[in-house]
């Protein structure tokens, strides 16, 4: 295929941002959408967006949180579209890691309430906290993902934290009620 030195500038750096996060995307969109098929095609769109919008990148050392930003409107796009919002925990696969033997000792007891947590969080929040603490954007990076200002980012992601902690206690609280018996007495 010949095309313009532009065109094979935008070729080779979409492959090789495709190569190094192609991965780290899919699985954010299938913690923000619950459809590993769904997200793999938008994972794919998001990459054709990339290349696209090749010349739109300012700073190519910004490339993975502008990589985000593309795949989370890409993801919000398609919550709006369908009107749902859904969350599939973290399994420990991002960055093509095994999940940590505390991830595991811990996965039975906290993952139901902690996706129950989560789905109930606003769904900015929840965003901002998959890119910050599953995906490790820096506080520069989960702004520009988010197309919002770096204080705005981490007010975000405070309010999200303080959401999360709050939606968690009342998990906790729901679950130490339903282990009382009617006389105020704990079952065990």
Same mark, same amino acid.
Do not use: C, N
């Given at each position: ?64 949180? %502008? ?22 925990? %973290? ?98």
């Amino acid at each position: 295929m010949t095309g313009s030195p532009a065109r094979t500038v935008a070729d080779a750096f979409v492959e090789e941002l495709f190569q190094k996060h192609h991965g780290e995307i899919y699985a954010y969109l299938v913690r923000m959408l619950r459809d590993p098929e769904l997200a793999a095609d938008l994972t794919q769109d998001a990459f054709i967006k990339a290349y696209r919008a090749h010349d739109t990148l300012q700073d190519p050392a910004h490339a993975r949180a %502008w990589l985000y930003q593309i795949a989370h409107r890409v993801a919000l796009d398609e919550i709006r579209r369908r009107k749902i919002v859904r969350f599939l925990p %973290w399994t420990g696969e991002s960055y093509g890691t095994a999940p940590s033997a505390e991830h595991l000792a811990l996965e039975g007891r906290l993952s139901s309430d902690l996706q129950r947590a989560l789905a109930r969080i606003p769904e900015r929040q929840r965003a901002a906290l998959l890119l910050a603490e599953l995906h490790d954007l820096t506080g520069l990076e989960l702004a520009a993902a988010l197309g919002v200002s770096h204080v705005a980012a981490r007010a975000l992601l405070t309010r999200a934290r303080d959401s999360l902690r709050r939606e968690l206690a009342t998990e906790r609280d729901a679950e130490a009620a339903a282990e009382r018996v009617p006389d105020g007495r704990t079952r065990r």
